[in-house]
Antibody
């Protein structure tokens, strides 16, 4: 059973970068498709990017492309999300989630499960 | 621009049934696939409750059901209980000629009266 545990809360100055980790257990991180989703205070969920298991490439939200970097370290079985040039509006809880793909007889299903517990990133203006 | 529109709030009394809609709107004629629904209680991570439009993961109450008609997916909660009070989000995978992306609905706050 896949479990994902994220790093602790961060406070950053505007213009700085933040790197959040998502440590995976129960499976090899290289065999998973990890995505990142964020949620600003009192707001909805916003997809940021992740590894697309159907296309075999990492895809990024158009709104974040250029500032977002998604990587993984197989030696520690950990996925990372790094967001640069932080702005006040980047203040949010950041979640990692597994993009689970099942295909049977050419029919596929996909969903996000499980999710990490979330990491609060606060950007001071 | 692709979007999923949900009502901001839905309420019901204990024991009643409520339905949350999730309507696909796209100006770029994308294909919407893999509709799923997530429940989120305050201060916790989202939890998968419906995948592939109408399938429930193991352990999720059968009071939760999903369906889709045309460009609108729906989540129905039957026999509403106090613990169902939470935010609910739909999501869909959208592929167009230019890109592929996941989109979330804005979320619906369910209140049990």
């Amino acid at each position: 059973q896949v479990q994902m545990v994220q790093s602790g809360a961060e406070v950053k100055d505007s213009g700085a970068s933040v790197k959040v980790s998502c440590k995976v257990s129960g499976y090899s991180v290289s065999e998973l498709s990890i995505h990142w989703v964020r949620q600003a205070p009192g707001k909805g969920l916003e997809w940021m990017g992740g590894f697309d298991p159907e296309d075999g490439v990492t895809v990024y939200s158009r709104d974040l492309k250029g500032r977002l970097s998604l990587t993984e370290d197989t030696s520690t079985n950990t996925a990372y999300m790094e967001l640069s040039t932080l702005r006040f509006e980047d203040t949010a809880v950041y979640y990692c989630a597994r993009d689970r793909l099942h295909c049977t007889n050419g029919v596929c299903i996909r969903y996000f499960d499980p999710w990490g517990q979330g990491t609060l990133v606060t950007v001071s203006s | 621009q692709s979007a999923l529109t949900q009502p901001a709030s839905v309420s019901g009394s204990p024991g009643q049934s409520i339905t949350i809609s999730c309507t696909e709107t796209s100006s770029d004629l994308g294909d919407y696939n893999y509709v799923s629904w997530y429940q989120q209680h305050p201060g916790t991570a989202p939890k998968l409750i419906i995948f592939d439009v109408s399938n429930r993961p193991s352990g999720v109450s059968d009071r939760f059901s999903g369906s889709k008609s045309g460009n609108t997916a729906s989540l129905t909660i039957s026999g509403l209980q106090s613990e169902d009070e939470a935010d609910y989000f739909c999501t869909s995978y959208i592929s167009t000629t230019a890109t592929t992306t996941w989109v979330f609905g804005g979320g619906t706050k369910v209140t049990v009266l």
